[in-house]
C-alpha cells in the first residue's frame, strides 16, 4: 500500500530549486548521487533545467507517470498543489515543507484543508513538515530525502519521529559500518502514520530487525495493534524520548502535538514485546548485533578474552543486563586445557592470555560452540602486537559460521594502524559485530538476550469470567451518566464490583442509624462505618470514618455523631462494612488514557504507594501472566509472600481480582478513573474494603 | 619521586629481541616511533644490535647513567636483575615479566625476593605483570609500553589497574581527537601504587584531569588520603568494576589479590569526591570535556538546538543528571526576537531551526552568555546540507573563547564528507568538545555540573564529642579481649553505648527473677525482658524477649518461665528495658573493613532494612554533613519527616547519635561489627534500645 512512497518508479520534485543551499536542491542532488533507478521530474515555474534535469513548469506538463511528489513550497500553497496530485494520478506526497499544525491555528487550518483533497484524489500524505524516505535497495535507491548520510543496503529499517533523530541514528548506523534497508522520518505524521510504517517494515521481506524512535503516539491503540503483529515476525528496538517533564515539554514545543510525560508509551513497547531503549546510541549498537546474529536461546554466556579487566567490566554489564557467567562443565575444561597456553585461566571468563594466537582463541571457542550449558559467545579480542590477529580473526569468522550460537565481539584497537584495519575487516566481512569497549558489547549481547526471553513469553489472552452480571454494572453506570454525576455512590461501587465477581468486605447502605444497626447486626461485628456523601471526598480527613466497632450501640452512637457534625455537607448516607484488620494492604486502580483503553495499576497500599511510588502499570485487557508479572515486579513484592514468618497473601485471589478489574475496564470504557484502596489480602482471600469510580 | 619512572633520561631493556612480536621487540620500537627524547640502552645476552640499536650483553655494560630500566624476562631471573640494576644506580624498574603472586605461591615468593632487593638498593619498583607507562611531553616522549595507541600530547593523564582497559581508555581518548599528559598501568601494584601515581599526577603541572580505573585497592585508606589531596586541585574521572558478584569473581582471578564485592571503593570516591562511572565510554566522553571547558557554577542549562528530537533528548538526559533546563528571562526572549527567524521557538531549549545561520546561533549563544539564570551551554548542531556549517561552527568557537560557562556540542554530522569534516576541526581546535549523539553530550555536560557540585560540597571535619568516657569503653573491650570473647554482653554493650553520649533506653541487668523485678521497679513500666546469654545469638527467634510487662509479677513470671525453658543453652542472665512503643524503627551499624577502617550504615529498620535494602553507608569518620547526608539519601527518607500528618523524627539526634557512633569505631578499631537494632526515634529523643558489638 505504501508501495508508491516507498518504491516510486518516478518523482516529481515541486519546488525544484537551482540555489545549492535550499532543500528544492539538496533532494534532486541526493536522488542523483545515491544512484535512484526511477525518474526525476523537477517543478519550477522558471528554470528550464535544475540540477542538469529537464525542469517541468507545472505538474500537469510532466510527460510520464509519477508515483511520488515531493512539496517543498511555501505551505499556502501546498493545498492546490496536492489538489494537482491528484489529478495527476500521484499515489503519494512527501511533504517536505513546514507551516501547519506545528505552527497554530492558521496552519491546522491549511493541513486540513490539503488532507481533504488528498483523501478526495487518494494521495496519501507523508509529513507535512518532515525529512523524508530513503530505500537503498539497489533496484530502487531512492533517497527522498535532504540529509547527508548515505546508507548502504543492510537489513535494519528505520522510522523516526524527530528527522534529527533519525539522521543521528542513520549516521551512527553507517559509523558502525552496517547498512540500513528503509528509513522514515514523518514529521507531523498527519495521514501515514507510524503504525503503518512499522506495519509495511514487518511486511518488507529485507527488513531483519526496525529500529524506532518517537515521542509519544497520536494513536496509541492503533499503534499497539500494529506493533503486536510486527513483533511477531522481527525484532523492534525503540526509544521514546520526552522521559522527563521537561523532555516533555521540550517534545511538545517541537512537535506541536504531544505533551506529558506518558508511561503509556513504555507500557505499549513492554505488552508488544518491542525491545526499549533510553540511548540512541545503546539501540543503534544493538541493531548491529541484530542485523547478523542468531537469537541466543538462553542468558548463559561463555566469554573468551585475552586481556583481563575488559573481562571483568563485560561480566558486570552482562549479569546486570541478566545474563549469567556460569562455570564451564569439567569436560570443556579438561578439552581447553589441551588446546590453551600454561598461563590461561580455564574458567568462565575463559583468559587465554594476550599471546594467544588463532590456535588458542578456536580451541576456546570451539568448546562454547559445543558446550551445553552456554547460548552465546563473548569475545574482548585485543590486538597484541605481537599475536597474528587476522589470524585470530579468520578463526572466529569460521566458527562464527558454524555457529548457531550468538558471537559479540569487543574489538580493541587503534584502527589508525594498517594491519589492525585488516584484522576489523575480516571480522565484519565475517558478520561479526565488533564494538570499541566491553560496555557497550555487553548490552549489546545483553539486547539479544532479552529479545530472546521476550519471544519466549506467553501473556496468553484476557480471561473471559462468564460469572459476571455486565448488564448491571452498565446500568449503574448509565443511570449516573443520565444524573450527571461523576463519582458513583459508594453502594453503588460494591455492586459493581460484586457484579463483576471481585470480593468486597461484607457491607450494607443506611440512611439512619437505626438502619446502620440492623446492617451491622447482619454482616457481624466487628464493623467499620464510613460516611458517605458526594460533597465529602476524603472522609478519613473529615472523621467521616470509624473503625473497629463491636455492637449496635457503638455502632448507632457514631453514627448519630457523625450525623450532628457533618450534616452541614448535604444529605448523609452511611456505608457499614466488615472490619478486616491484619491483612496486607494492597491497591489497584485504573485510568483512562486518550486513545488506547485503560491503564491498571497495583502496589502495595499505604506507606509503600504514597512514599515508595511502588506500583505496576499494565494497559488493559490485563492478562493472567500480566497479573502474575505485576505481582512479582513491585520492588516490595517479598511481603506478599510474607516475612519473618508469616504467611503470605493469596496471590491467585489477587491475579483473579486484577483480572475481573480489567474485565470491567474492557466493558465500561466510559469509566475515567477507579480505585480499590484499600484492598485487604489475606492468607486465603482478598477483599476490596474501598473503592472509587469516576466516570 | 616518580621522576625516573616518568621522566627518564635513559631507559635500559633487559630482555631486549630482535624477534618483531616479541615485548622486548615492541617496547624499544614504540619507544623510537614515539620519539623518545633519552637514551635506549637494549640489553642482551647475544644479540649485537636490536631495533638498530647497540646491544648490551649485561646492564653492567651500559656505559652511561640509567634512570629506568624495563625488565622483560622470565620471572626466576628478575630477582637478580633488580639487583642488577641497584648496582648499576638504576632508580626505577617497570618488570613486564608476570609469573608472580598473580601465580601462586611459587610466583609470591619470587615477587617478595626482588622486592627485599629493590628496597636493598633503593630501587622502585612498577608492575610487575604490567604494561608500564607513557609520558607524551615534547621534553620526553616516553612510551614505556608495549600497547599501540600513540596518544598526542594533551591534558589528561591516565592510571589503570588493568591494562587492557588502560587501552581502551588510552584508545578513547585517541578516537575522540583529545591527547594525553601521563599514562601508567602499574599490574600487579607491588610497590608503586596507584596512590602514589594519583599524588605525582596531583602535582605535576600539565595533567589537568585524571582518568582512573580500578578493580580495589591494597591500601583504600593510603589512596583515601591520597585522592582527598588531589581531588582539592583537580577533577578525578573513576570507574570500579567487579561490581557484581561473577565480576568481582573475574577480577579476582586476573589479579589474584582482590575478591568480594566490595562497597568501601565507591564511598572513597563519594567521600573524596572523585567523579564515579560505571562505564568507561561515558567516563571517557565526559574527559573530552573536562580537558578544555571550565566548570558550571550552577545546574542550570541553556540549550541551543537546529534540530527538534535530539532536543529532547538531551532535556531528558541532562535532568536525569540533575541539571536543570529553566525558561529564560523576558528580557533574553526579547533579545532572541532580533536575531533569530520567525519560525524559531523562542524557549529553553531555543529552537534555532535547521536553516539558522552563523548570525542566529551566535545570537542565540550571546544571549546565553549574558542570562543570569544559566550557568552552561549545550548545543544541538546538525550540519544541515542547506546552512552554512562552517561560520556557524565559527561563532560557536568565538563565543567560546569569551565564555566562563562551558560549552558542549552534541555536533550531528557526516565526517565521511570533507566539507563537514573541516566544520568538526573548526570546532575542535576551538576547544569545543563535540559529541556524535545528544545522549552523550548531554552526560558530558551532566559531569561537569556534577563536580561543580563536588567542588561546592563542604564534608566539614569529624565532631569530636569531649563528653566521652573514652578509657572505659576501652577498658571493657580489652578485658573482653582478654578474655577471649569475641561478641560482648549485653549490659556492656550499653555501658560502651551510655560511656559515648549515646541515648540508651533506661536498663539494667540481673540473674534472677527478684533482680529482673528490681530493675524494672527503677526503670519504670512497662518493661522488655531480654535474655543475654552468649550462646543464645537471634534471642527472638527462641522467645527470648517478652515486651510491654507491665508490673513486677510480669517481669517475675517471665524470667522464671524462660529459666526454665531455655536454661539449657547456658548460664543465663536477662537485661530489663524500658519498652518504647510508637516510634519509628532505624537501624545503625558498622562494619571493619581491611585497612579502610569502619563502614558505618544507616537506613530504617524492620521491612526497610530486610525487604527493601534501604540502607546507605559512609566510612568513619562520619562528619555531621555526612550523616546529615545519610538521613536524605535514603529511599524511605520521607518517612523520617512523618506522612499521613505524623510528626516527624529528631533528626538532629540521630545525627548526632551516627557522629558518636563514628567517634567510638575510631577510638576502638578492634570492633569488627557493631548494630544497634533497632533504635527508637520519637519526635524529640532517639534511643537505641538493642546492640550487639562483635570485636
Redesign the interface.
Known amino acids: 500500500m505504501l508501495d508508491a512512497l516507498f518504491e516510486p518508479r518516478a518523482i516529481a520534485v515541486v519546488g525544484a530549486s537551482t540555489k545549492e ?3 528544492g536542491n ?1 533532494i534532486i542532488r541526493n536522488l542523483q548521487t545515491y544512484g535512484y533507478r526511477g525518474k526525476i521530474y523537477p517543478v519550477n515555474p522558471t528554470a528550464p533545467e535544475v540540477c542538469g534535469l529537464k525542469a517541468y513548469r507545472t505538474l500537469d506538463e510532466i510527460p510520464g507517470e509519477v508515483d511520488l511528489a515531493h512539496i517543498i513550497i511555501p505551505s499556502r500553497f501546498v493545498p492546490q498543489t496536492v489538489e494537482d496530485c491528484g489529478r495527476k494520478g500521484i499515489k503519494a506526497a512527501i511533504i517536505n515543507s ?2 501547519f499544525c506545528e ?1 497554530g491555528e492558521e496552519g491546522a487550518r491549511l493541513q486540513e484543508d490539503f488532507l481533504s483533497r488528498a483523501r478526495e484524489f487518494g494521495v496519501r500524505i507523508f509529513g507535512p513538515n518532515c525529512q523524508g524516505i530513503i530505500n537503498s535497495d539497489p533496484a530502487v535507491r531512492a533517497y527522498c530525502n ?4 548515505y546508507p548502504d543496503p543492510g537489513h535494519i529499517s528505520v522510522v ?9 541514528i542513520m ?2 548506523l ?2 558502525l559500518g552496517i547498512g540500513q534497508r528503509l528509513y522514515a522520518s514523518n514529521g507531523n505524521a498527519c495521514d501515514i502514520s507510524m503504525s503503518e510504517i512499522v506495519r509495511y517494515y514487518g511486511k518488507d521481506q529485507g527488513t531483519k530487525a526496525i529500529i524506532l ?1 518517537t ?1 509519544g503516539f497520536a494513536n496509541p491503540r492503533a499503534f499497539l495493534e500494529a506493533a503486536r503483529e510486527v513483533t511477531a515476525k522481527k525484532p523492534i528496538l525503540a526509544m521514546k ?7 516533555a ?3 511538545s ?3 506541536g502535538s504531544l505533551a506529558g510525560v506518558d508511561i503509556a508509551t513504555e507500557l505499549i513497547f513492554e505488552k508488544t514485546g518491542i525491545l526499549s531503549f ?4 545503546e539501540m543503534t549498537r544493538a541493531a548491529m548485533a541484530f542485523a547478523t546474529q542468531p537469537i541466543p536461546a538462553g542468558n548463559r554466556v561463555g ?1 573468551i ?1 585475552n ?7 563485560a ?2 554489564v552482562l ?2 543486563c541478566g545474563l ?2 556460569p562455570k564451564l562443565s569439567e569436560r570443556s575444561i579438561e578439552r581447553l586445557r589441551k588446546s590453551q597456553l600454561p ?1 590461561a ?1 580455564l ?1 568462565n ?1 575463559i ?1 587465554v592470555v594476550a599471546t594467544a594466537g588463532g590456535a588458542q582463541f578456536r580451541g576456546a571457542l570451539d568448546v562454547l560452540l559445543e558446550e551445553e550449558g552456554i547460548d552465546s559467545i563473548f569475545i ?1 579480542f ?7 590477529t587476522h589470524e585470530i580473526a579468520r578463526q572466529i569468522v569460521e566458527v562464527n559460521k558454524l555457529s548457531g550460537k550468538p558471537i559479540v565481539c569487543n574489538f ?3 584502527l ?2 594498517e594491519g ?1 584495519r585488516i584484522t576489523m575487516r575480516i571480522l565484519k566481512e565475517g558478520g561479526i559485530p565488533c564494538y ?5 558489547a555487553a548490552r549489546a549481547l545483553g539486547a539479544l538476550a532479552k529479545y530472546g526471553r521476550l519471544k519466549k513469553r506467553d501473556l496468553g489472552l484476557p480471561e473471559i469470567f462468564a460469572d459476571v452480571d455486565a448488564a448491571k454494572a452498565r446500568s449503574i453506570v448509565e443511570k449516573a451518566q443520565r444524573a450527571g454525576s461523576s463519582v458513583l455512590a459508594a453502594a453503588d461501587v460494591y455492586t459493581i464490583f460484586e457484579a463483576y465477581g471481585i470480593p468486597v468486605a461484607g457491607w450494607g447502605g443506611a440512611a439512619t442509624a437505626a438502619e446502620a444497626a440492623a446492617a451491622a447486626d447482619r454482616i457481624g461485628y466487628p464493623v467499620v462505618v464510613k460516611v458517605d456523601c458526594a460533597q465529602i471526598d476524603h472522609k478519613s480527613d473529615l472523621g467521616g470514618v470509624a473503625v473497629n466497632l463491636k455492637d449496635a450501640a457503638a455502632v448507632r452512637a457514631t453514627v448519630e455523631e457523625m450525623q450532628s457534625r457533618l450534616g452541614s455537607f448535604g444529605r448523609l448516607n452511611f456505608l457499614v462494612q466488615k472490619f478486616l484488620p491484619g491483612g496486607r494492604e494492597l491497591i489497584v486502580g485504573a485510568t483512562a488514557q486518550r486513545e488506547l483503553g485503560h491503564l491498571v495499576m497495583f502496589g502495595l497500599g499505604g ?1 509503600y504507594v ?3 511510588k511502588d506500583v505496576v502499570f499494565k494497559i488493559a485487557p490485563v492478562t493472567g501472566p500480566e497479573a502474575r508479572e505485576m505481582l512479582t515486579t513491585i ?2 513484592a ?2 506478599l509472600d510474607g ?2 514468618g508469616e504467611t503470605g497473601v493469596d496471590r491467585e485471589g489477587i491475579v483473579n481480582l486484577v483480572q475481573r478489574v480489567s474485565q470491567l475496564l474492557t466493558d465500561l470504557p466510559m469509566i475515567q478513573e477507579m480505585d480499590m484502596n484499600p484492598i485487604m489480602a489475606f492468607a486465603d482471600c482478598v477483599y476490596a474494603v474501598d473503592g472509587r469510580i469516576r466516570i
Request: negative net charge.
Open positions: 543551499l535550499s532543500i539538496v513546514a507551516g505552527l535532504f540529509t547527508y548520510t523516526a519521529l524527530s528527522g534529527g533523530v533519525g539522521s543521528v549516521q551512527a553507517a559509523d524512535y515521542e524520548a520526552g522521559r522527563t517533564e521537561q523532555g515539554k521540550a517534545a514545543s517541537h512537535t533510553t540511548d540512541e546510541g566469554i578474552t586481556t583481563g579487566g575488559p573481562a571483568v567490566i561480566t558486570d549479569v546486570a549469567d557467567v598461563e585461566a574458567e571468563p583468559d574482548n585485543v590486538t597484541a602486537p605481537f599475536a597474528d580493541l584497537t587503534n589508525s594502524l589492525f570499541a569497549n566491553p560496555s557497550d506507606i504514597e512514599v515508595l520492588k516490595t517479598p511481603l516475612i519473618r
